[in-house]
Protein backbone atom coordinates (compact mmCIF):
# COMPACT_ATOMS: atom_id res chain seq x y z
CA UNK A 1 0.00 0.00 0.00
CA UNK A 2 1.53 3.16 -1.49
CA UNK A 3 1.92 6.05 1.91
CA UNK A 4 2.55 9.42 0.14
CA UNK A 5 4.33 12.37 2.12
CA UNK A 6 3.99 16.15 1.98
CA UNK A 7 0.38 16.04 0.28
CA UNK A 8 -0.97 19.73 -0.09
CA UNK A 9 -4.63 19.13 1.35
CA UNK A 10 -6.09 22.41 -0.23
CA UNK A 11 -7.39 20.90 -3.32
CA UNK A 12 -9.38 17.97 -1.61
CA UNK A 13 -11.26 20.27 0.57
CA UNK A 14 -14.57 22.50 -0.62
CA UNK A 15 -12.88 25.55 1.82
CA UNK A 16 -10.00 25.40 -0.79
CA UNK A 17 -7.18 26.12 2.08
CA UNK A 18 -5.13 24.25 4.69
CA UNK A 19 -1.47 22.85 4.52
CA UNK A 20 -0.11 19.56 3.95
CA UNK A 21 -0.65 15.87 5.22
CA UNK A 22 2.29 14.43 6.81
CA UNK A 23 1.54 10.91 5.47
CA UNK A 24 -1.32 10.43 3.11
CA UNK A 25 -2.88 6.85 1.96
CA UNK A 26 -5.89 6.16 -0.12
CA UNK A 27 -6.80 2.06 1.32
CA UNK A 28 -8.84 -0.01 -1.40
CA UNK A 29 -9.25 -2.91 1.31
CA UNK A 30 -10.18 -2.99 4.79
CA UNK A 31 -6.65 -5.10 4.57
CA UNK A 32 -4.98 -2.09 3.31
CA UNK A 33 -6.80 0.04 6.29
CA UNK A 34 -5.59 -1.85 8.80
CA UNK A 35 -2.03 -1.56 7.28
CA UNK A 36 -2.22 2.32 7.68
CA UNK A 37 -3.26 1.71 11.68
CA UNK A 38 -0.31 -0.37 12.05
CA UNK A 39 1.78 2.11 10.67
CA UNK A 40 0.19 4.78 12.62
CA UNK A 41 0.85 2.50 15.58
CA UNK A 42 4.46 2.20 14.50
CA UNK A 43 5.48 5.48 13.89
CA UNK A 44 3.45 6.77 16.97
CA UNK A 45 1.34 9.11 14.83
CA UNK A 46 -2.30 10.52 14.58
CA UNK A 47 -4.40 10.12 12.10
CA UNK A 48 -7.41 11.08 11.04
CA UNK A 49 -10.26 9.88 8.52
CA UNK A 50 -11.47 12.53 5.38
CA UNK A 51 -14.61 11.92 3.56
CA UNK A 52 -15.18 14.53 0.71
CA UNK A 53 -13.79 17.39 3.06
CA UNK A 54 -16.57 19.57 2.83
CA UNK A 55 -16.90 20.01 6.75
CA UNK A 56 -13.69 20.69 7.56
CA UNK A 57 -11.16 23.32 8.08
CA UNK A 58 -7.23 21.85 7.88
CA UNK A 59 -4.79 24.12 9.61
CA UNK A 60 -2.72 26.17 7.39
CA UNK A 61 0.55 23.80 9.40
CA UNK A 62 -1.02 20.51 7.73
CA UNK A 63 -1.85 17.74 10.02
CA UNK A 64 1.23 16.15 11.72
CA UNK A 65 0.02 12.32 11.23
CA UNK A 66 -1.48 10.18 8.46
CA UNK A 67 -4.56 11.61 6.34
CA UNK A 68 -6.54 8.50 5.26
CA UNK A 69 -9.24 8.82 2.43
CA UNK A 70 -10.59 5.66 1.07
CA UNK A 71 -10.10 5.05 -2.84
CA UNK A 72 -13.20 4.69 -5.31
CA UNK A 73 -13.68 0.86 -3.96
CA UNK A 74 -15.46 2.41 -1.20
CA UNK A 75 -17.33 4.16 -2.81
CA UNK A 76 -20.08 0.92 -3.90
CA UNK A 77 -23.63 1.06 -2.82
CA UNK A 78 -26.33 -1.43 -3.63
CA UNK A 79 -30.27 -1.25 -3.47
CA UNK A 80 -32.69 -4.10 -2.70
CA UNK A 81 -36.01 -3.61 -2.76
CA UNK A 82 -38.82 -5.63 -0.98
CA UNK A 83 -42.34 -4.65 -1.90
CA UNK A 84 -43.69 -6.56 0.63
CA UNK A 85 -42.66 -4.46 3.40
CA UNK A 86 -42.88 -1.28 1.10
CA UNK A 87 -39.50 -0.86 1.40
CA UNK A 88 -35.95 -0.51 -0.24
CA UNK A 89 -32.67 -1.25 1.37
CA UNK A 90 -29.28 0.50 0.59
CA UNK A 91 -26.43 -0.72 1.77
CA UNK A 92 -23.56 2.03 0.83
CA UNK A 93 -19.53 2.35 1.65
CA UNK A 94 -18.25 5.19 3.59
CA UNK A 95 -16.80 6.55 0.60
CA UNK A 96 -20.04 6.95 -1.54
CA UNK A 97 -21.36 10.18 -2.07
CA UNK A 98 -24.68 11.10 -0.09
CA UNK A 99 -26.33 13.21 -2.88
CA UNK A 100 -25.32 9.84 -4.93
CA UNK A 101 -27.45 7.68 -2.39
CA UNK A 102 -30.25 10.25 -3.00
CA UNK A 103 -30.48 10.36 -6.53
CA UNK A 104 -30.43 6.52 -6.46
CA UNK A 105 -33.08 6.37 -3.79
CA UNK A 106 -35.21 8.84 -6.28
CA UNK A 107 -34.60 6.66 -9.31
CA UNK A 108 -35.68 3.63 -7.57
CA UNK A 109 -38.96 5.50 -6.06
CA UNK A 110 -37.73 5.32 -2.79
CA UNK A 111 -38.58 8.49 -0.21
CA UNK A 112 -37.33 9.70 2.70
CA UNK A 113 -33.63 11.05 1.21
CA UNK A 114 -34.72 13.77 -0.51
CA UNK A 115 -33.13 15.56 1.22
CA UNK A 116 -29.41 14.36 1.29
CA UNK A 117 -29.50 14.98 -2.74
CA UNK A 118 -27.66 18.38 -2.58
CA UNK A 119 -25.61 17.80 0.49
CA UNK A 120 -21.53 17.25 -0.66
CA UNK A 121 -20.46 14.80 2.17
CA UNK A 122 -19.43 11.55 2.15
CA UNK A 123 -21.48 8.41 3.60
CA UNK A 124 -18.81 8.09 6.10
CA UNK A 125 -18.83 11.84 6.70
CA UNK A 126 -22.60 11.77 6.52
CA UNK A 127 -22.66 9.58 9.51
CA UNK A 128 -20.28 11.10 11.53
CA UNK A 129 -21.83 14.42 11.75
CA UNK A 130 -25.29 13.14 11.13
CA UNK A 131 -26.08 15.37 8.05
CA UNK A 132 -28.92 16.88 7.92
CA UNK A 133 -31.40 19.52 5.53
CA UNK A 134 -35.16 20.68 5.62
CA UNK A 135 -36.12 18.94 8.23
CA UNK A 136 -34.43 15.17 6.99
CA UNK A 137 -31.42 13.79 9.01
CA UNK A 138 -29.15 10.60 8.20
CA UNK A 139 -30.29 9.45 11.57
CA UNK A 140 -34.22 9.30 9.95
CA UNK A 141 -33.12 6.96 7.30
CA UNK A 142 -29.72 4.86 8.63
CA UNK A 143 -30.04 1.35 10.73
CA UNK A 144 -27.45 0.36 11.28
CA UNK A 145 -23.66 1.11 10.48
CA UNK A 146 -19.93 -0.50 10.23
CA UNK A 147 -16.93 0.40 11.68
CA UNK A 148 -13.70 -0.59 12.51
CA UNK A 149 -12.92 -0.19 16.10
CA UNK A 150 -9.65 0.64 17.93
CA UNK A 151 -8.83 -2.93 18.29
CA UNK A 152 -9.10 -3.11 14.68
CA UNK A 153 -12.67 -5.89 15.12
CA UNK A 154 -15.12 -5.09 12.26
CA UNK A 155 -18.44 -4.22 14.67
CA UNK A 156 -21.98 -3.22 13.31
CA UNK A 157 -23.99 -0.38 15.53
CA UNK A 158 -27.77 -0.14 15.53
CA UNK A 159 -29.38 3.07 15.01
CA UNK A 160 -30.40 3.21 18.22
CA UNK A 161 -26.57 2.65 19.58
CA UNK A 162 -24.92 5.50 17.06
CA UNK A 163 -26.88 8.11 19.71
CA UNK A 164 -27.55 10.41 16.63
CA UNK A 165 -29.06 14.12 18.11
CA UNK A 166 -28.56 17.40 15.69
CA UNK A 167 -24.91 17.13 14.14
CA UNK A 168 -23.79 14.65 16.39
CA UNK A 169 -23.21 11.19 16.46
CA UNK A 170 -21.31 8.66 18.77
CA UNK A 171 -18.51 8.66 16.24
CA UNK A 172 -17.68 12.08 17.92
CA UNK A 173 -17.05 10.90 21.45
CA UNK A 174 -16.75 7.48 22.29
CA UNK A 175 -16.18 5.88 19.38
CA UNK A 176 -14.10 8.76 18.69
CA UNK A 177 -11.21 5.88 17.31
CA UNK A 178 -13.79 4.26 15.43
CA UNK A 179 -13.96 4.15 11.38
CA UNK A 180 -17.02 3.88 9.59
CA UNK A 181 -16.96 1.63 6.95
CA UNK A 182 -20.00 1.80 5.13
CA UNK A 183 -24.02 1.86 6.56
CA UNK A 184 -27.35 0.29 5.93
CA UNK A 185 -30.07 2.39 5.09
CA UNK A 186 -34.13 2.20 4.73
CA UNK A 187 -36.09 4.01 2.89
CA UNK A 188 -40.19 3.67 2.06
CA UNK A 189 -41.46 3.44 -1.83
CA UNK A 190 -43.11 6.38 -2.52
CA UNK A 191 -44.53 8.16 -5.16
CA UNK A 192 -41.34 8.37 -8.04
CA UNK A 193 -43.18 11.80 -9.64
CA UNK A 194 -43.91 13.23 -6.26
CA UNK A 195 -39.97 12.48 -4.84
CA UNK A 196 -38.68 13.79 -7.73
CA UNK A 197 -40.51 17.07 -7.82
CA UNK A 198 -39.34 17.50 -4.01
CA UNK A 199 -35.78 16.89 -5.18
CA UNK A 200 -36.34 19.59 -7.64
CA UNK A 201 -37.47 21.99 -5.08
CA UNK A 202 -34.99 21.28 -2.63
CA UNK A 203 -32.15 21.48 -4.83
CA UNK A 204 -33.66 25.24 -5.82
CA UNK A 205 -34.04 26.14 -2.66
CA UNK A 206 -30.28 25.74 -2.06
CA UNK A 207 -29.08 27.38 -4.99
CA UNK A 208 -31.40 30.41 -4.23
CA UNK A 209 -30.50 30.69 -0.62
CA UNK A 210 -26.74 29.13 -0.10
CA UNK A 211 -23.72 30.53 -2.20
CA UNK A 212 -22.78 26.89 -3.40
CA UNK A 213 -20.38 28.15 -5.87
CA UNK A 214 -18.54 29.78 -3.60
CA UNK A 215 -15.69 27.64 -1.54
CA UNK A 216 -16.88 27.18 2.08
CA UNK A 217 -18.01 24.43 4.40
CA UNK A 218 -21.54 25.16 4.32
CA UNK A 219 -23.12 26.04 7.47
CA UNK A 220 -20.45 27.69 9.66
CA UNK A 221 -21.79 27.31 12.68
CA UNK A 222 -24.57 24.98 14.45
CA UNK A 223 -27.55 26.47 15.15
CA UNK A 224 -28.45 27.17 18.90
CA UNK A 225 -31.06 25.86 20.75
CA UNK A 226 -34.16 27.97 19.99
CA UNK A 227 -32.44 30.12 17.55
CA UNK A 228 -30.75 30.14 14.02
CA UNK A 229 -27.26 30.92 13.59
CA UNK A 230 -27.63 33.28 10.01
CA UNK A 231 -30.70 34.93 11.82
CA UNK A 232 -27.86 35.89 14.72
CA UNK A 233 -25.29 36.79 12.61
CA UNK A 234 -27.57 38.97 10.50
CA UNK A 235 -28.84 41.08 13.88
CA UNK A 236 -24.99 41.82 14.90
CA UNK A 237 -24.86 43.45 10.88
CA UNK A 238 -22.34 40.81 10.02
CA UNK A 239 -23.57 40.18 6.39
CA UNK A 240 -20.98 40.34 3.68
CA UNK A 241 -18.45 41.23 6.90
CA UNK A 242 -14.76 40.65 6.40
CA UNK A 243 -11.93 41.55 8.72
CA UNK A 244 -9.24 42.17 5.59
CA UNK A 245 -9.13 41.62 2.13
CA UNK A 246 -7.78 37.89 2.74
CA UNK A 247 -11.08 36.86 0.59
CA UNK A 248 -12.62 35.16 3.89
CA UNK A 249 -16.01 36.90 4.29
CA UNK A 250 -19.26 36.47 5.69
CA UNK A 251 -21.39 35.04 2.82
CA UNK A 252 -23.43 38.69 1.78
CA UNK A 253 -26.24 35.54 0.19
CA UNK A 254 -26.50 33.38 3.44
CA UNK A 255 -24.92 34.81 6.61
CA UNK A 256 -24.73 30.76 8.00
CA UNK A 257 -21.78 30.45 5.59
CA UNK A 258 -18.37 31.47 5.70
CA UNK A 259 -16.90 31.86 2.64
CA UNK A 260 -13.58 32.01 1.23
CA UNK A 261 -13.60 34.18 -1.98
CA UNK A 262 -11.34 32.84 -4.87
CA UNK A 263 -9.58 30.71 -2.27
CA UNK A 264 -7.52 33.34 -1.87
CA UNK A 265 -7.86 33.14 2.24
CA UNK A 266 -5.57 30.74 4.43
CA UNK A 267 -7.18 28.82 7.18
CA UNK A 268 -5.96 31.29 9.87
CA UNK A 269 -8.00 34.12 8.47
CA UNK A 270 -11.06 31.71 8.04
CA UNK A 271 -10.62 31.15 11.60
CA UNK A 272 -10.14 34.42 12.76
CA UNK A 273 -13.13 35.71 10.69
CA UNK A 274 -14.84 32.86 12.33
CA UNK A 275 -13.64 34.00 15.87
CA UNK A 276 -14.65 37.11 15.59
CA UNK A 277 -18.01 36.61 14.54
CA UNK A 278 -18.66 34.03 17.17
CA UNK A 279 -17.63 36.57 20.00
CA UNK A 280 -19.51 39.77 18.48
CA UNK A 281 -22.75 37.13 18.31
CA UNK A 282 -22.10 36.37 21.83
CA UNK A 283 -21.40 40.12 22.97
CA UNK A 284 -24.55 41.86 21.34
CA UNK A 285 -26.80 38.53 21.59
CA UNK A 286 -25.73 36.35 24.64
CA UNK A 287 -25.63 33.15 21.91
CA UNK A 288 -22.69 31.55 22.09
CA UNK A 289 -22.30 29.80 18.52
CA UNK A 290 -20.74 26.83 18.30
CA UNK A 291 -18.52 25.53 15.16
CA UNK A 292 -20.39 23.04 12.97
CA UNK A 293 -16.68 22.65 10.80
CA UNK A 294 -14.38 20.65 12.08
CA UNK A 295 -11.06 21.46 12.79
CA UNK A 296 -8.20 19.66 11.71
CA UNK A 297 -4.73 20.39 12.73
CA UNK A 298 -2.87 22.51 15.43
CA UNK A 299 -4.61 26.01 15.17
CA UNK A 300 -2.35 26.60 18.47
C1 LIG B 1 -21.97 23.93 -0.12
C2 LIG B 1 -22.13 23.04 1.10
C3 LIG B 1 -23.39 22.76 1.55
C4 LIG B 1 -23.57 21.93 2.69
N1 LIG B 1 -24.82 21.67 3.10
C5 LIG B 1 -25.01 20.88 4.18
C6 LIG B 1 -26.34 20.57 4.63
O1 LIG B 1 -27.33 20.98 4.07
N2 LIG B 1 -26.45 19.78 5.73
C7 LIG B 1 -25.37 19.27 6.40
O2 LIG B 1 -25.54 18.54 7.39
N3 LIG B 1 -24.12 19.56 5.98
C8 LIG B 1 -23.90 20.33 4.89
N4 LIG B 1 -22.64 20.62 4.48
C9 LIG B 1 -21.49 20.12 5.26
C10 LIG B 1 -20.98 18.72 4.85
O3 LIG B 1 -21.28 18.43 3.49
C11 LIG B 1 -21.55 17.63 5.76
O4 LIG B 1 -21.21 17.84 7.10
C12 LIG B 1 -21.05 16.23 5.34
O5 LIG B 1 -21.74 15.26 6.06
C13 LIG B 1 -19.55 16.03 5.61
O6 LIG B 1 -19.15 14.84 4.95
P1 LIG B 1 -17.65 14.71 4.38
O7 LIG B 1 -17.53 13.38 3.74
O8 LIG B 1 -17.31 15.86 3.53
O9 LIG B 1 -16.83 14.73 5.74
P2 LIG B 1 -15.43 15.42 6.00
O10 LIG B 1 -15.57 16.89 5.89
O11 LIG B 1 -14.38 14.77 5.16
O12 LIG B 1 -15.22 15.02 7.53
C14 LIG B 1 -16.10 15.52 8.51
C15 LIG B 1 -15.82 14.75 9.82
O13 LIG B 1 -16.21 13.38 9.64
C16 LIG B 1 -15.13 12.51 9.96
N5 LIG B 1 -15.19 11.35 9.04
C17 LIG B 1 -15.36 11.40 7.70
N6 LIG B 1 -15.40 10.13 7.20
C18 LIG B 1 -15.25 9.29 8.25
C19 LIG B 1 -15.18 7.86 8.39
N7 LIG B 1 -15.31 7.05 7.33
N8 LIG B 1 -15.02 7.34 9.62
C20 LIG B 1 -14.89 8.16 10.71
N9 LIG B 1 -14.93 9.51 10.64
C21 LIG B 1 -15.11 10.07 9.43
C22 LIG B 1 -13.87 13.35 9.73
O14 LIG B 1 -12.78 12.88 10.48
C23 LIG B 1 -14.35 14.74 10.19
O15 LIG B 1 -14.23 14.89 11.59
C24 LIG B 1 -22.43 21.41 3.35
C25 LIG B 1 -21.15 21.71 2.86
C26 LIG B 1 -20.99 22.51 1.76
C27 LIG B 1 -19.61 22.80 1.25
Known amino acids: ?12 T ?5 GPARYF ?3 SSVEELIECIQFCKKENIDRVILGACSNVLISDKGFDGMVIRFDENFANMSISIDTDRGVGVIDALCGAKLSTLGMQAMKQGLTGAEFACGIPGSIGGAIFMNAGAFGGEIKDIVTSVDYIDSNLVLQTLDQQA ?7 SAFMDELKDAIILGA ?3 LKIGDQDQIKTCVNELRQKRVLSQPVDVPSAGSTFKRPCGNFAAALIQECELKGFKLDESGAQVSPKHTGFIVNNHGSASASDVKKLIKYVS ?8 VRLEPEVRYIGDFD
Open 25 to 27: ARP
Open 184 to 186: RFE
Open 14 to 18: TFKCG
Open 1 to 12: MQIEENVILKEF
Open 279 to 286: NKVYKDTG
Open 162 to 168: CRFAYRH
